[in-house]
C-alpha cells in the first residue's frame, strides 16, 4: 500500500443521517475532517459542492485529505415519478462518484470507501445474502449502486486506490425518518396490527454500528479491496421487531394473528403490494466476513439500538 501523506478525511452526505452521526465520531476520535456539503450549513471545515455531478470539481479539498468516506447518494424513492429514473440515479449514484474517485486518485488519496446497498444483492429471497451471490439488483437505485462498484473497482484496478465497499440493509436510529420512523409512531399510538402471524427474517443495522464499521474501515490494512455486507448480527422477525420497540417504549405490543396470504391479498387490493412485502417478507444476510477479515464486531445488540432509538423521539 502506499504510504498515507495526508491526515484529512473528506466526508460526503455530511449533513445526512449517517453523516453527521460519523462526523461526531471522527470528531471524538480526533481525525481532521472535511465535510462536504450541497449547500453552507455552517459546519466547521465544510465544503459546499452543490449537487454532485460527473464535472464536479474535487480539488479544492482532496489534495489535503488521505481517505473519502462517499455517503452521499439519490436515495431509494418509492414512488418515483420521474420520466427516468435510472439516469437520475446514475447521474448522481454512478457518475458522480465515479468523478469523486478518479480525482481522489489522481489526487493521491490512498482509499475510498463507498457506501452501497444491500440491494445490490438481491431482495425477497429466504436464504441469507452473502458477499459471495452473484449480484441481482432489481430497481434503478439498487442498479447505479451496482454500476457504481463496478467502476470504482476498475479504477482502482488502473490507480490503485484502494476500495473499500460496505453494503448495509436498513439503518436505524436516533434521527430515523420514513418506513422505520412511522413503524415508532405507529407502535407509541399502541394501535392493533395484523402482524403476528408474520414468520420472517430481517437484518437491521444500528446507527452506531453502521459508523463503528465505518471508522474500521477507514483504515484497516485487510479492508482494502474487500466488500462487506453490514448488520446488526440479529436477524429479527417483523413481529419480534414491533415487540422489541414495544419494549424500549415500555408498551404493550398489540399484535394480531392475521394469516399472511389475507395481508398479501389486501395489499394487491390495496395497491400496497410492495409496503406489505416488506413487512411480511425476508431480507437478512451474513456479516461474517467484516468479523473474520478486519476482527469487527457490533458494538451495540439491537435491543440497545432500539432503546437509543426511542429514547432520542422522546426528547424530540
Not at 33 to 61: F, N
Not at 95 to 104: F, G, I, M, P, S
Not at 205 to 214: P, T
Request: glycine share 8%; charged share 20%.
Amino acid at each position: 500500500m502506499r504510504a498515507a501523506k495526508h491526515k484529512s478525511l473528506l466526508v460526503t452526505g455530511a449533513t445526512g443521517f449517517v453523516g453527521r452521526a460519523l462526523g461526531e465520531r471522527l470528531a471524538s476520535d480526533g481525525i481532521d475532517l472535511v465535510p462536504a456539503v450541497r449547500r453552507a450549513t455552517g459546519l466547521a471545515g465544510e465544503h459546499v459542492v452543490g449537487d454532485m455531478s460527473a464535472s464536479t470539481d474535487w480539488a479544492a479539498v482532496l489534495n489535503a485529505c488521505h481517505a473519502v468516506i462517499h455517503l452521499a447518494a439519490r436515495v431509494h424513492v418509492m414512488r418515483d415519478t420521474a420520466a427516468d429514473p435510472l439516469a437520475l440515479y446514475r447521474a448522481t449514484n454512478t457518475e458522480a462518484t465515479l468523478n469523486l474517485a478518479r480525482q481522489a486518485a489522481q489526487a493521491g488519496v490512498k482509499r475510498f470507501v463507498f457506501i452501497s446497498s444491500i440491494k445490490v444483492n438481491g431482495e425477497g429471497r429466504d436464504a441469507p445474502y452473502r458477499e459471495s451471490d452473484a449480484p441481482a439488483p432489481e430497481d434503478a437505485y439498487a442498479i447505479s449502486k451496482w454500476e457504481a462498484e463496478q467502476g470504482l473497482h476498475q479504477i482502482a484496478a488502473e490507480t490503485g486506490l484502494e476500495i473499500v465497499i460496505l453494503r448495509p440493509p436498513l439503518v436505524y436510529g436516533p434521527g430515523v425518518k420514513a418506513n422505520f420512523r412511522r413503524l415508532l409512531d405507529t407502535v407509541a399510538r399502541g394501535w392493533p396490527l395484523p402482524l403476528g402471524a408474520i414468520k420472517n427474517r430481517r437484518s437491521l443495522l444500528y446507527l452506531g454500528n453502521f459508523v463503528d464499521a465505518i471508522r474500521v474501515c477507514v483504515e484497516h490494512p485487510a479492508a482494502a479491496g474487500q466488500t462487506f455486507l453490514l448488520d446488526d448480527g440479529e436477524p429479527v422477525s417483523t413481529p419480534a421487531l414491533i415487540r422489541a420497540v414495544a419494549r424500549a417504549m415500555g408498551r404493550p405490543a398489540r399484535l394480531l394473528p392475521v394469516p399472511v396470504g389475507m395481508l398479501e391479498f389486501a395489499g394487491a387490493l390495496l395497491g400496497k403490494r410492495a409496503a406489505v412485502q416488506r413487512l411480511t417478507g425476508s431480507l437478512w444476510l451474513d456479516s461474517s466476513l467484516i468479523r473474520s477479515r478486519l476482527g469487527w464486531t457490533p458494538p451495540y445488540a439491537l435491543q440497545q439500538g432500539l432503546d437509543a432509538t426511542v429514547a432520542a423521539l422522546k426528547r424530540a
